[in-house]
């Protein structure tokens, strides 16, 4: 994921602000002791948004503790306790690095391509302890990446064939674990649907580069009108079905930071770069 799955600060109550926050922070600290301190640099909104919503569906709450931050080693902060759904997210989210410094590799050249090959190569050992520890993951990451590249590689005009493996990962990394079959399927929804939306907000994000680079860019065969009539739109349903996913399933907390994600969040961030 790339950072767009955001929450919407104003509308946040302070103490669930806070709680956000905690996620965030336990998320970095996690990164920083399992894969490194440089990997902390790398953390996005999305995972924090993941991690939550993992969290929301377990039996017991984590529970929050106060603990000095390595960054600022004068002041407490607070994390959440150590849990499985932390653990996961962080690793989860070396994984997708790993995968985007590949793509970032492919899809440059000249002093940009050695730039991100010597990027790849300092976070290398960051996403092999990853991959060890989410091995099937891994493995299914790296198949959809690789149709990823085959779409990119053929120039594919198609934005619904270039955002299916992301979609479709996405959906799979959301419905990762011990959940009933019908719970399931709803998180995969839910995950394809932000996959999806993801995949467009970042094309249309990089729109304007990607035509002076030259890189491939699934949004290229669109003229400004058609982006209007036909983009803007699918970019409001995927908003709308990850939202209609989401109440399908059984939240136990952290309700409002979710629903403040998807409902108002994504929609500002959509807005934001369309405009």
């Known amino acids: 994921m790339f950072g767009y799955v955001q929450i919407f600060k104003p509308d946040l109550k302070i103490r669930e602000y806070e709680t956000y926050r905690a996620v965030y922070c336990s998320l970095c600290r996690e990164m920083g002791k399992s894969f490194g301190p440089l990997s902390r640099l790398t953390l996005s909104y999305d995972f924090a948004f993941l991690s939550l919503l993992r969290m929301a569906q377990t039996e017991e709450c984590p529970g929050f503790t106060k603990k000095r931050c ?20 962080s690793a989860a989210a070396v994984l997708m690095l790993s995968y985007k410094l590949q793509d970032n590799v492919d899809d440059s050249s000249g002093i940009k391509k050695l730039l991100c090959r010597i990027i ?13 520890v989410l091995p099937e993951i891994d493995q299914y990451m790296g198949g959809c990446f690789s149709a990823q590249s085959k779409l990119e590689n ?35 929804r839910l995950g394809y649907c932000v996959g999806k939306w993801v995949y467009l907000t970042d094309a249309l994000d990089d729109l304007e580069r990607d035509k002076k680079s030259g890189s491939y860019n699934a949004l290229k065969a669109y003229d400004e009108r058609e982006i209007r009539e036909r983009i803007t739109p699918l970019l409001h349903n995927c908003v709308t079905e990850a939202g209609a996913a989401f109440e399908l399933l059984e939240i136990k907390r952290f309700r409002g930071i979710l629903e403040n994600v998807i409902y108002q969040g994504m929609p500002q961030v959509q807005d934001r770069i369309i405009k």
Request: charged share 30%; with cysteine; hydrophobic share 40%.
């Open 70 to 89: 390595v960054l600022k080693p004068f002041t407490k902060r607070c994390f959440c306790a150590d849990n499985e759904e932390i653990r996961f997210c």
């Open 120 to 132: 790849k190569i300092i976070f290398l050992r960051s996403g092999k302890k990853a991959a060890k």
């Open 154 to 188: 053929g120039r594919c005009d198609s934005i619904d064939r270039a955002a299916e493996p992301t979609a479709v990962f996405l959906g799979r990394l959301f419905a990762w674990g011990d959940y009933p079959l019908t719970q399931k399927r709803v998180l995969d």
